[in-house]
């Protein structure tokens, strides 16, 4: 029995090693252009198929990692993952000024969600509503 149990674990382990670098493998590094107003697409475009840069932001237990992004202005793919271990999460963009920028749409009970955003230079902030404490800065930078 504690063969059977052995091998288990083994091949769970040899399966999560091969599915970590087909992951790696497939990240595609960014490219952006450049566009003035901020805008949204939906949750379903893959960021690989695309030249543009994906960023992801993980929401924690603790908030958000990074807790900041530093990038050119232009198009990219916000890649939003919820490890925090909340069923719910009701996350913001808006300007660090305060205007808001909308709502990020998360899907009841999906660990992740995808946005396209195109941002002029500024600083913004990702919030989560009910824990004003996490928050992910992206600071957009002119070219």
């Not at 450049?34 to 949204?40: C, G, K, L």
């Not at 530093?70 to 009701?90: C, D, I, T, Y």
């Not at 920028?101 to 995808?114: E, F, H, K, Q």
Request: include cysteine; hydrophobic fraction near 35%; charge should be positive.
């Amino acid at each position: 029995m504690r063969k059977v149990i052995a091998i288990a674990c083994s091949v769970v382990a040899l399966t999560f090693v091969l599915v970590l670098v087909v992951v790696a493998l497939s990240y595609n590094g960014p490219t952006t252009t450049s566009t003035e107003q901020p805008t949204s697409s939906t949750q379903d475009q893959d960021p690989r198929k695309s030249k543009e840069e994906a960023e992801m932001i993980t929401l924690q237990e603790w908030g958000f990692e990074p807790r900041e992004i530093n990038r050119p202005a232009g198009p990219f793919v916000a890649v939003f993952e919820n490890h925090s271990g909340l069923r719910e999460v009701q996350l913001s963009l808006v300007r660090e000024s305060g205007q808001s920028m909308g709502r990020i749409p998360v899907t009841r009970n999906a660990l992740n969600s995808r946005q396209r955003l195109t941002l002029p230079p500024g600083t913004y902030l990702v919030k989560e509503a009910n824990h004003p404490q996490w928050q992910c800065r992206i600071v957009i930078t002119a070219r």
